[in-house]
């Protein structure tokens, strides 16, 4: 089973209930960060890292020799990522490629005439693998300066082992990088707080759910704090409120020492078991 862990805005917990769940669950469970531009699981599970990947896109190379400065490459890249300026009489054309813009989909090779566009590889980030306890670990770090989570996501993500009970931490937020995270998932878990910008940002994140058309749960953190509008919103959208973490300044002191709230207070295992279940069984009353 695959559960992903996003939320609609950063800061609301989600970390804290993806890796809280994994160590509560424990046996058979793999963990994906897939917060590639800024991994923090890994501060609370200290895994023992045993193997790097790097991660490549293949950007366009133009045989100038060759171009005849046609604009079809432009005209195919959906992603504006070429600017070909044309020869005018005896003036030579230009071609510019922004590989920051590019997204490796290979159109403008495939659909240029003159075979004057080859691909060469681009490193943008890498992932880790390793153990956390029983824990099978994995995250990836986009390079500094990089644009596109998307494909670091999609290699971590081939290495989802399907004997294993799937743990993924989402980016935050509703963009392509947490599209590309949840999609495919058994089962999502939306943190958020009884605050109006977390209920703001859920509604956004429950669009994506819908579209995506994965099942899913909320998550309320802090739940002390705030108002009853997030209730409210979930009861009138019939979402099921699976679990509720109350605001305690001993949770938050354990969290700025990157130590996880079932470690610090076993008390909480329980509950995060009971959340596996709920959503194991998808009993949610």
């Keep these: 089973m695959i559960i992903s862990v996003a939320s609609g805005k950063g800061g609301t917990g989600k ?33 023992e890292i045993t193997e790097t990947e790097k991660v490549f896109i293949p950007v366009p190379v133009i045989d100038e020799g060759k171009c005849i400065y046609c604009g079809r490459c432009r005209e195919v890249c959906a992603y504006n990522a070429i600017a070909v300026i044309k020869g005018a009489e005896s003036k030579k054309g230009g071609i510019l490629v922004f590989s920051n813009l590019c997204h490796g989909c290979g159109s403008c090779s495939y659909f240029c005439p003159e075979g004057a566009i080859k691909e060469v590889n681009k ?27 998307p494909p670091v996501i999609r290699q971590i993500k081939k290495h989802v082992n ?7 931490d989402a980016p935050p937020g509703t963009s392509c990088p ?60 019939n979402i099921p409120i699976l679990m509720r973490i109350p605001f305690k300044k001993e949770i938050a002191v354990a969290y700025s020492k990157g130590e996880p709230i079932v ?23």
């Design 123 to 149: 490193e943008i980030g890498e992932i880790e693998i390793g153990t956390s306890g029983a824990i099978q670990f994995i995250h990836g770090r986009l390079n500094i300066g990089e644009a596109m989570a």
């Design 15 to 47: 970390t804290t209930i993806a890796v809280n769940l994994a160590l509560s669950i424990n046996d058979g469970v793999q963990f994906l960060d897939c917060d590639a531009e800024e991994p923090n699981a890994h501060i609370f599970l200290k895994p």
């Design 178 to 237: 947490v599209v590309e995270t949840i999609k495919r998932s058994d089962f999502c878990l939306l943190v958020t707080e009884p605050t109006p910008f977390g209920l703001n940002d859920l509604t956004l994140a429950v669009e994506v759910l819908r579209k995506l058309r994965v099942p899913f749960g909320v998550v309320i953190n802090r739940s002390d704090l705030g108002n009853k509008k997030t209730d409210e919103y979930c009861e009138k959208e």
């Design 263 to 285: 470690k610090m207070f076993p008390e909480y295992q329980k509950d995060f078991k009971e959340l596996f279940n709920k959503v194991r069984d998808g009993k949610f009353s």
């Design 162 to 168: 399907s004997m294993c009970t799937v743990i993924i």
